[in-house]
């Protein structure tokens, strides 16, 4: 009688699933699970937050860097008249900029005009905001067009953003680059030029009469 109990146990015991053993390797399992999802989201919230600093690091240095630049411009009625331009291009404020000429141009038609002698680079510029501009007139190619053009400038640009970090420039500047530019169609195609070639129009009609 003994010995079919046991039997009975026995068999019991052999066809009861392992339940407890199964819940434990299930939750193991997404144990795991969780910890690797959490895990790769923590690298790439890590790596996101890093684009963004820098991003937002070179947002900010965008917003405080000057850039002055020095270029040639042909009047806009007047193209033979050629310009001599200082503009600061960028976000940030200039501060003590000067200019220092290594090469001058030759053929000045009047010693007044020699960039020398115009005020920004007698004294510099204490503050140069950004997209202020500085027009100086430069030449007229009615004279001496031939040696003009072969003629250049060269001029080395030095100054300071607002946390003192310094910039050198130097730039080689030729008339010859901007031949072919500002030529003015008959009659203009902007608005403006449209007004002025018809007010010059009526004054030619006005003056028949």
Not at 45 to 51: F, I, N, R
Not at 52 to 73: G, M, N, W
Not at 164 to 170: D, I, L, S, V
Request: hydrophobic share 35%.
């Amino acid at each position: 009688m003994i010995w079919c109990e046991n039997l009975s146990s026995y068999l019991r015991s052999k066809n009861t699933p392992p339940q407890k053993s199964k819940n434990i390797d299930l939750n193991q399992s997404l144990t795991l699970l969780f910890s690797g999802i959490v895990a790769i989201s923590t690298v790439v919230y890590a790596v996101l937050t890093s684009k963004l600093v820098k991003e937002t690091r070179a947002s900010r240095l965008i917003q405080i860097t000057p850039d002055v630049q020095l270029y040639f411009e042909k009047a806009e009625t007047e193209t033979h008249f050629v310009y001599f331009i200082i503009e600061n291009f960028g976000l940030g404020i200039a501060s003590d900029v000067k200019f220092k000429i290594i090469k001058d141009f030759n053929k000045y038609e009047i010693e007044k005009l020699r960039l020398s002698n115009m005020g920004s680079f007698k004294n510099g510029i204490r503050h140069f905001y950004q997209k202020q501009r500085f027009k100086y007139f430069f030449t007229n190619l009615l004279e001496n067009y031939e040696d003009k053009i072969k003629d250049w400038l060269e001029i080395e640009v030095s100054y300071r953003d607002i946390y003192n970090k310094e910039y050198h420039r130097n730039f080689c500047l030729k008339i010859d680059e901007i031949l072919g530019t500002g030529k003015m169609l008959n009659p203009p195609d902007s608005y403006i030029g449209k007004i002025w070639f018809e007010l010059s129009e009526i004054k030619k009609t006005l003056k028949k009469d």
